[in-house]
């Protein structure tokens, strides 16, 4: 059939009573085919000529040859078919017309637009003839190599990927091919199982692996693809062949970021990433990162060195200050906190448009970081500031300046903020002995959907355990059980407050619940094992509980400190001692300090004792367990 016949009778459908368009799907049509001519009209390069002067003596200059527009007379009724059918949802005839004329004409964009069309129709294997001849056609075209391999993907034809995926390494520029490397294990995640694209990457990156400029990224690719697949040993592997080939003068970041995703399953990881940030080419990104994994391990005092380098490096930036005084905070480290957060704000400030509202007049004890803002910037406020205006009130708070605290409280109206707001106002209330205000607080808050009541009933728990009502609190936690059914956290709160007052036995049923509730919840294994430890009882099963929450928490500070205290009871001083200094390094708690003195002292290393017990007590003068093991062992300090 000639296309004109074609055309005809397809024209004669258009034009018959069961096909016939409304006003504004022929207009929608006349719009899509208005685009389509402006496109290869645009495709056509024509010339302007120049006007020629006959003037003697004038140089008159050659005039550039007129390139015609690829749009005939066939080509017309092509598109105008085509548009047509896909109007009317056939989108099968519109697919082959447009096949059709971008194979005649070799045009880009009309190969794309078959490829469109037939994606748009959920037809995926016309999707990929269209491809197919796409790079038929045009063998040098590097987005019909892409085109290709996106689909290939979403259609899970891992099968099918190898071929298109070596050719668009070796057609991509060499300036852009370590960019296009870097990007593979994230551009080919949905192609299945995650251990056959490993393998296919690894096939399609053998040369590039061997060639100087492209290793360090082949080798750190590789090393994402395993990991994805969760063969971590592969991609340490990796990782190490990515740093051996890089040069030691100007390192790149790579390895070194896949080391940091390694820290938790291959701990020697953490080495490569240190010799990487002694280079003097060590990005300070790579230095905040390993900083937030640090955090993560709940290693803060090695937090604050990294992040303490990174500000040195780049003391403008805004975001390690923030971090920063989180850490000293809950270190107890209040005035460093102080420097570190008001610091954030000052550089935040210069570039946000937070709201700054506060009392109309500053007095001495109150922070001044700026001026009020307007009514439009309370309704977009700077999540860092608040957290910063946040914090600054907990330091005030701890150094006993409760205006200053207010002051800063007072800054905040972002409403989402509002029960962290109130909670902090709360714990200032019990520390002045205003218990039933504090609670107030916390009850007038409004609460429209089931989360913001669990939110609230946790705040209120909060305030009645810093006001030590145990009691209060466990009854409050029990009546949730018909409100909110058997939820782990909650559960895992009660049996806090049973083991305060006294209920010990309610405290191991409901840990136990926890645990076949959620297998994973590291906490409740700890706290039933260590609470075994506590009463010396049944010490060989608190061990095992406690090992499995740091399987379940690798590196712990708290856990191993647990795991310290369970070693010391059944006797064994040296692992007792071995672990509780490496919690007391990891994070230097009260509690941590009171059982690493303790040990100290059984092994007959007093003075040492007595310095761990005087930082301890620095941090936490009120400590229970502290204070609870000088009594007992009748130490005066």
Known sequence: MTDRTLVHRTA????????????????????????????????????PAQAQDSSPGKIVEPVAPVANSALDDRLMYQLLVAEMALAQGDTSTAYDWLLDAARRTRDEGL???????????????????????WRLALPDSLDALRTQLQ???????TDGLAEPLRLLLAQTPADERGGLIGALPRFLHRAGDPATVARLMEDALRPYRAA?????????????????????ERAWAFAQQAFAADKPEERSAGPALLALELMASQPQSEGLVKNYLQSTSAE???????????????????????????????????????????????????????????????????????????????????????????????????RGLVQAWLMLAQVSEQ????????????????????????????????????????????????????????????????????????????????????????????????????????????????LK????????????YNALGYSLAERKIRLPEARQLIQRALELSPGDPFITDSLGW????????????????????????????????????????????????????????????LREALTRLRVDL
């Not at 190969?111 to 001849?133: E, K, N």
């Not at 060195?305 to 270190?331: H, M, N, R, V, W």
């Not at 509730?517 to 906490?523: F, L, R």
């Open 566 to 625: 369970v070693e010391y009871r059944l006797g064994n001083l040296d692992e007792a001692l071995r672990l509780l200094r490496q919690a007391w390094q990891a994070r230097p708690d009260t509690e941590i300090g009171a059982h690493l003195g303790e040990v100290l002292w059984a092994r007959g290393l007093k003075e040492e004792a007595r310095l761990i017990w005087r930082e301890a007590q620095g941090r936490d003068k009120g400590n229970d367990v």
């Open 513 to 524: 619940r926890v645990i076949e509730i959620k297998p994973d919840n590291a906490h409740a």
């Open 111 to 133: 190969f794309r637009r078959s490829t469109d069309v037939a994606l748009q129709a959920r037809a995926g294997d016309q999707a990929l003839a269209a491809t197919r001849a």
């Open 151 to 157: 689909i290939l993907l979403v259609l899970q034809r």
């Open 212 to 232: 100087a400029p492209t290793r360090v990224q082949s080798e750190v690719a590789l090393g994402r693809a395993w990991l994805e697949a969760r063969d971590t």
């Open 284 to 382: 300070p990104m790579v230095r905040l990162t390993y900083a937030r994994a640090l955090v993560s391990a709940q290693r803060f005092t090695e937090a604050v060195a990294q992040l303490e380098s990174a500000i040195a490096q780049q003391p403008g930036d805004a975001a390690p200050y923030l971090t920063l005084g989180a850490l000293q905070l809950e270190l107890k480290h209040p005035k460093e906190a102080q420097t570190a957060l008001l610091r954030y704000v000052s550089l935040a400030s210069q570039t946000s448009t937070a709201p700054e509202a506060g009392a109309s007049e500053q007095k001495s004890s109150e922070p001044d970081v700026g001026a009020e803002g307007n009514d439009d910037d309370l309704q977009r406020p700077d």
């Open 399 to 510: 150094l006993g300046d409760f205006k200053a605290a207010e002051a800063w409280l007072a800054r905040i109206e972002d409403p989402n903020s509002a029960l962290e707001v109130q909670t902090r106002r709360a714990t200032m209330l019990v520390r002045q002995g205003r218990m039933d205000l504090a609670l107030q607080a916390i009850r007038v808050l409004p609460e429209t959907k089931p989360e913001e009541a669990r939110a609230k009933l946790l705040a209120e728990v909060s305030v009645l355990r810093e006001g030590k009502r145990w009691s209060d609190a466990y009854t409050l936690l029990g009546s949730t059980q018909q409100r909110f059914g058997e939820e782990a956290d909650l559960m895992y709160e009660q049996s806090m407050m049973a083991e305060k007052t006294g209920r010990l036995d309610e405290m191991e049923k409901l």
């Open 12 to 47: 004669q459908r258009w034009h018959s009573p069961h096909h016939r368009l409304g006003l504004r799907s022929r207009n929608a049509m006349a719009r899509t085919f208005a685009a389509w001519l402006a496109v290869l009209l645009s495709c056509a390069a024509v010339a």
